[in-house]
């Protein structure tokens, strides 16, 4: 993982608002991780709120999304997330939310999105810039599969795709109990070196390292990101755990069409 925080997530100032994922992604590969800034919902959703199901007011929400829609030049495919293992094809969402937790998009024409407050967002690409995906991957996704079922979605050789973790809840705020330790552990015993025993039944979970350690057995070695905190970035991130009742943030990853005078 990259280590330089300029490397890995910049504010670009064309936009402002957003920052965008730091890989060496082919040129027409896009994304955007937004954070709590720049939107209009309040307390406790102030103020770049895009989650629909969290108690915000809805026209709050539609100024929101309209927001980031604005900064991306393909309609933006919405998932009603229930940390499922599902992969659905970004498209087939636009005219309403599936059910799933991942999407993937290999024709241009919609951007993959996930919406985290804590949960790992996790962003794909090939390096022919030929697909893209999208993951939500809380622990419960991650244990049962989720990444796995995005790279096979993707019908692309794993060696030729790039990861990119974004913002989450980093190792020393996420306490699990012994149930999340035994979900990884079970299959993978080794897993066990992402857990912090603090004791009375209880860890500090790394769920970066988590992560990496299934796309990595998935073949992906091309692994990118900074593991910024979504809990103790206060002013940048929501948080579900740390505020309970607050909004969510959108990571998205999109191909880029092609100029006008290049089609047909």
Not at 26 to 49: D, H, W
Not at 151 to 158: L, Q, S, V
Request: glycine share 10%.
């Amino acid at each position: 993982m990259l280590k330089n925080l300029n490397e890995a997530v910049g504010l670009h100032a064309a936009d402002g608002l957003f920052l965008h994922a730091g890989w060496p992604a082919p040129a027409n590969v896009k994304t955007l991780v937004s954070t709590r800034r720049g939107g209009i919902s309040q307390a406790p959703y102030a103020s770049l709120n895009v989650g629909a199901h969290v108690g915000d007011l809805p026209a709050h929400v539609a100024h929101n999304r309209a927001l980031v829609q604005a900064a991306v030049p393909v309609p933006l495919a919405w998932l009603d997330q229930s940390h499922s293992t599902a992969a659905v094809p970004a498209a087939a969402a636009l005219s309403s939310p599936l059910q799933a937790d991942a999407s993937f998009d290999c024709s241009g024409t919609a951007a993959c999105a996930v919406m985290t407050a804590d949960c790992l967002p996790v962003l794909f690409c090939t390096a022919d810039g030929r697909c893209v995906a999208a993951a939500h991957a809380g622990w419960r996704g991650l244990a049962h599969g989720v990444l796995q079922n995005t790279i096979a979605a993707m019908n692309a050789d794993p060696a030729g795709i790039l990861a990119y973790l974004g913002p989450a809840i980093g190792p020393d705020a996420f306490e699990v109990g012994q149930d999340v330790s035994d979900a990884f552990c079970r299959t993978d015993p080794a897993a066990g070196s992402a857990f912090s025993d603090i004791g009375g039944g209880k860890y500090l979970a790394d769920i970066y390292a988590l992560a990496t350690r299934i796309l990595r057995r998935e073949g992906i070695t091309q692994i990118y990101g900074d593991g910024r905190c979504t809990v103790l970035e206060r002013d940048t991130f929501f948080s579900h755990r740390r505020d309970g009742q607050t909004g969510r943030m959108v990571s998205a990853v999109w191909l880029e069409p092609p100029p006008a005078s290049a089609k047909g």
